[in-house]
């Protein structure tokens, strides 16, 4: 049977701990832009029906997409590089190894005049220079593809936000937006019911909020294993000085039904 979502319906107490009210979803919630974009498309033939877990709402993401592929492509460009610099770094590390090990051999020598010794410290060193250079390019040349791969993550994910899913079997209350508006970061784009379990809204007086805790929950004169999940008080024009009962019941088949709720 097709369901209908109705807003909080308002019980008035007929006499002492007996109500009517009518079943409403579980969880509701608002889907948000998480980005400023213009909607390209949006499926309006999804509005009120349960979901099959499709895209409902899409923001403009060309944009995006141009530079999710230059970002991919310069990941494997700076990839490549990576690995040459790596070779050129072991063939520097190999460098420095050779004239560091031939500056070792002589160093000691009497046979070797002071210009000959100096010659090889001096090769020593530019080896070494020249190691710690492509070490240095290659730590930057990673840092880079890091920077890279988190922009590529970056923008995945705002395409990811720029299609609305709503979860296969929630309920598509209310889609807000149009094919060319023009929306910006906070604006509602879809209202979405989780079916899977609703509640009952009372409002209770004081003197009936005496003991309620204590009572056993009637639906339709039935008695139940239901307990009150939240009670407080609130205070508004259309509720003064009332408490705000909840109750979590199984999902009806149809959420107009109206039940009668009695507590003994």
């Not at 460098?95 to 005049?113: E, F, P, V």
């Not at 090889?120 to 530019?126: E, F, G, P, R, T």
């Not at 079997?169 to 807000?176: H, R």
Request: net charge positive.
């Amino acid at each position: 049977m097709k369901k209908s979502l109705f807003l909080i319906f308002c019980v008035t107490a007929l006499q002492a701990d007996i109500y009517y009210a009518k079943a409403v979803p579980f969880v509701s919630r608002e889907i948000k832009a998480s980005v400023s974009a213009q909607v390209t498309r949006v499926d309006l033939q999804k509005e009120g029906r349960v979901s099959d877990g499709s895209v409902v709402v899409t923001l403009d993401s060309n944009l995006d997409k141009i530079n999710l592929e230059q970002t991919t492509q310069k990941i494997a460009l700076a990839k490549e590089l990576l690995e040459t610099l790596k070779k050129i770094e072991q063939n520097s590390l190999e460098a420095m190894q050779i004239a560091q090990d031939s500056y070792r051999r002589i160093k000691g020598l009497q046979s070797y005049t002071k210009v000959q010794k100096d010659a090889k410290k001096s090769a020593y060193i530019s080896a070494k220079s020249g190691y710690l250079r492509a070490q240095e390019s290659r730590i930057r040349q990673a840092s880079l593809i890091d920077d890279l791969q988190l922009q590529k993550a970056q923008i995945a994910d705002r395409l990811r936000k720029k299609e609305i899913h709503i979860p296969k079997g929630e309920w598509i209350d209310k889609i807000y937006v149009r094919k060319g508006d023009v929306v910006t970061m906070g604006r509602p784009l879809v209202r979405e019911s989780d079916l899977r379990k609703a509640k009952l809204v009372l409002f209770l007086s004081e003197s009936d909020r005496e003991g309620i805790l204590k009572k056993r929950i009637y639906l339709d004169e039935k008695p139940t294993d239901y307990k009150i999940d939240k009670l407080w008080r609130v205070d508004d024009p259309k509720h003064p000085l009332s408490y705000r009962v909840e109750i979590i019941i199984k999902a009806p088949e149809n959420f107009s039904k109206l039940f009668k709720v009695s507590f003994r």
